[in-house]
């Protein structure tokens, strides 16, 4: 049988404090070990909001969510500091790297919160990087390096705890079509020879094409895809959502 990983159940979210507009809205939803999971949706669909409450950024107004056996939801902000250490590695579609920074410290950093020694540190961000592909750029201030390669050092400091899930929001939104390509298939690596759980939201559809879960969020609610179109399931208790193209 195959493992799940993530399991959502009766997730409801409002940004508003009077609770009529649900930015999600009942979400009933099973991530299994490995897959690779996309999110597309319309601007504004809460496509961000759903990525932040599976990695502990935010916490919903209503349901659960149990990763790898563990409920988030309610855990004290210390446990969740270390549950985003251990378990999540995020990529955002600006890098949020410290600019000023070589592509090597950027990317230990999270091995000194981790409490790994200076020592190993710099040998483990070394090996990383260069599995990225930057083994050149490594003493490289990142505000000197291209969009992609930016893009490159985040993956490695995204992967540098061994975390089981990869969560990712638009990665490849400032990049060109060649340096994108070179994304995806750092995506795909991930995915296929680290064994990670990627969940990957983005507009773009050579990026969802590569993902085994297709998903799409409409007005608040989550449905599934199949290649070319068509939901297979739907992921909400209420509201019978309309065939999208
Ligand atoms: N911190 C916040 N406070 C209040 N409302 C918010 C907040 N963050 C997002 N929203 C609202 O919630 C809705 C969903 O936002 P979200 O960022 O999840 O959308 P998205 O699908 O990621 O959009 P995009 O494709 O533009 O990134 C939007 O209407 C947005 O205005
Ligand atoms: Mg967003």
Not at 66 to 94: C, H, P, T, W, Y
Not at 104 to 110: A, D, T, Y
Request: with cysteine; net charge neutral.
């Amino acid at each position: 049988m195959e493992e799940k990983i993530i399991q959502i159940t009766g997730l409801t979210h409002f940004y508003n404090k009077t609770k009529d507009q649900p930015v999600l809205q009942d979400i009933e939803w099973e991530i299994k070990k490995g897959e690779f999971v996309s999110i597309q949706g319309r601007s504004g669909s809460g496509k961000s909001t759903i990525l932040h409450i599976i990695g502990g950024l935010l916490t919903p107004s209503e349901g659960y969510i149990n990763v790898d056996g563990m409920r988030i939801n309610g855990l004290k902000e210390k446990k969740l500091a270390l549950f985003r250490l251990k378990s999540i590695g995020f990529v955002f579609q600006s890098y949020h790297l410290f600019q000023n920074m070589t592509a090597l410290k950027n990317v230990e950093e999270p091995l000194f919160y981790s409490g790994v020694k200076r020592k190993y540190r710099k040998e483990i961000a070394q090996e990383m990087l260069s599995k990225v592909g930057l083994e050149d750029k490594i003493n490289s201030p990142v505000q000197e390096l291209s969009g992609g390669q930016q893009q490159r050092v985040s993956i490695a400091r995204a992967l540098i705890n061994d975390p089981d899930i990869i969560l990712a929001d638009e990665p490849t939104g400032n990049l060109d079509g060649l340096t994108e390509q070179e994304i995806i298939d750092l995506f795909v690596y991930m995915n296929k020879s680290l064994n990670k759980t990627l969940i990957v939201v983005t507009h773009n559809d050579s990026v969802a094409d590569c993902a085994s879960v297709k998903m799409k969020l409409h007005e608040g609610k989550l449905v599934e895809r199949k290649t070319g179109g068509g939901i297979v399931k739907e992921y909400t208790e209420s509201n019978k959502i309309s065939m999208e193209p």
